[in-house]
Nanobody, 119 residues
Framework: QVQLVESGGGLVQAGGSLRLSCAVS????????MGWYRQIPGKQRELVAS???????NYADSVKGRFTISRDNAKNTVYLQMDSLKPEDTAVYYC?????????????WGQGTQVTVSS
């Protein structure tokens, strides 16, 4: 199993920055990729950014050039640096651990952290 604990959300003005953190524990070596997703009430959860165990990154078009996903293996932590924030970035952000080789227990999620961007 994997445990994920997010932190770093909050209220920020448009144009500002926030950094989200996701502390990972448990069977870390089973994880093939980590991601950040976000969800607005009434809408599907969407992928914001992901990073594979090999270090490859992927971003949603809406955040390219503004958000950066990274990880610190020594601290077992994944980060999402969010710059030039816009009101449309307001959502609950979730950390995800993807375990491709464990299909019956593939996805783990954090509890979510609220990000609110005021105009």
């Amino acid at each position: 199993q994997v445990q994920l604990v997010e932190s770093g959300g909050g209220l920020v003005q448009a144009g500002g920055s926030l950094r989200l953190s996701c502390a990972v524990s448990g069977n870390i070596f089973s994880i093939t990729a980590m991601g950040w997703y976000r969800q607005i009430p009434g809408k599907q959860r969407e992928l914001v950014a992901s990073i594979t165990s090999g270090g490859s990154t992927n971003y949603a078009d809406s955040v390219k050039g503004r958000f950066t996903i990274s990880r610190d293996n020594a601290k077992n932590t994944v980060y999402l640096q969010m710059d030039s924030l816009k009101p449309e970035d307001t959502a609950v952000y979730y950390c995800n651990a993807d375990r491709r080789y464990y299909p019956s227990e593939r996805d783990y999620w954090g509890q979510g952290t609220q990000v609110t961007v005021s105009s």
